[in-house]
């Protein structure tokens, strides 16, 4: 009787340790049963691996990578019915374009109208979609630019200026206009 009871203690301590920590820990064991239900489908122990995944599910039930998997177990085994629910459970977790759709089609329409065929999965390990990258800014709304520009004004500024200040007298004569017109 002290164990069950130690044991919900320690559950419930856990639990209410933090629900980040607890998230985390629930994620990393439904990692385990999967692994190992993979592990038990690629040995052919289809009925430890549909134990394992049943768990995995039930850990995580948001997580599509667990309901593939079973669906596969359960084609091999011959489950066409229970493979379908999987296979639309997977579907309903996925992007429209994700690359294990076209397996788990195929399987599930094999399983259809054969029966049980005789399917070798290429496990995908799910990865993050990585964040785009940010807009490409224009020139004009870089710091460098606009120093440029006007290190630049500045630099004609002083040239003009100082190909046009006075020097002093000129060489040439003074041109002098009267009546008659200049000369």
């Known amino acids: 009787?002290?164990?069950?009871?130690?044991?919900?203690?320690?559950?419930?301590?856990?639990?209410?340790?933090?629900?980040?920590?607890?998230?985390?820990?629930?994620?990393?064991?439904?990692?385990?049963?999967l692994d190992r239900g993979i592990a038990?489908?690629?040995?052919?122990?289809?009925?430890?691996?549909?134990?394992?995944?049943?768990?995995?599910?039930?850990?995580?039930?948001?997580?599509?990578?667990p309901y593939r998997w079973l669906a596969l177990v359960e084609i091999q085994d011959g489950d066409c019915a229970h493979?379908?629910?999987?296979?639309?459970?997977?579907?309903?977790?996925?992007?429209a374009d994700d690359p294990r759709i076209p397996e788990l089609v195929r399987a599930r329409d094999g399983c259809k109208q054969k029966g049980v065929p005789q399917i070798a999965p290429r496990p995908v390990v799910e990865q993050p979609v990585p964040p785009a990258p940010p807009p490409e800014r224009s020139v004009a709304t870089r710091w460098w630019f606009w120093t440029a520009i006007g290190a630049g004004a500045l630099?004609?500024?002083?040239?003009?200026?100082?190909?046009?200040?006075?020097?002093?007298?000129?060489?040439?004569?003074?041109?002098?206009?009267?009546?008659?017109?200049?000369?």
Not at 1 to 20: C, D, E, F, K, N
Not at 40 to 65: I, M, R, Y
Not at 155 to 173: K, M, N
């Open 1 to 33: 009787m002290r164990a069950p009871l130690a044991t919900i203690l320690a559950a419930a301590a856990v639990a209410g340790a933090g629900g980040a920590a607890r998230s985390d820990d629930v994620e990393a064991a439904a990692q385990v049963h």
């Open 40 to 65: 038990a489908f690629g040995a052919g122990d289809l009925a430890l691996a549909k134990q394992e995944l049943l768990t995995a599910v039930e850990l995580v039930p948001h997580k599509p990578n």
């Open 155 to 183: 630099a004609i500024t002083g040239a003009v200026f100082l190909a046009t200040r006075d020097g002093g007298p000129s060489e040439l004569p003074a041109i002098q206009c009267d009546a008659s017109g200049c000369r």
């Open 83 to 95: 493979a379908r629910l999987d296979v639309d459970s997977f579907l309903a977790r996925v992007p």
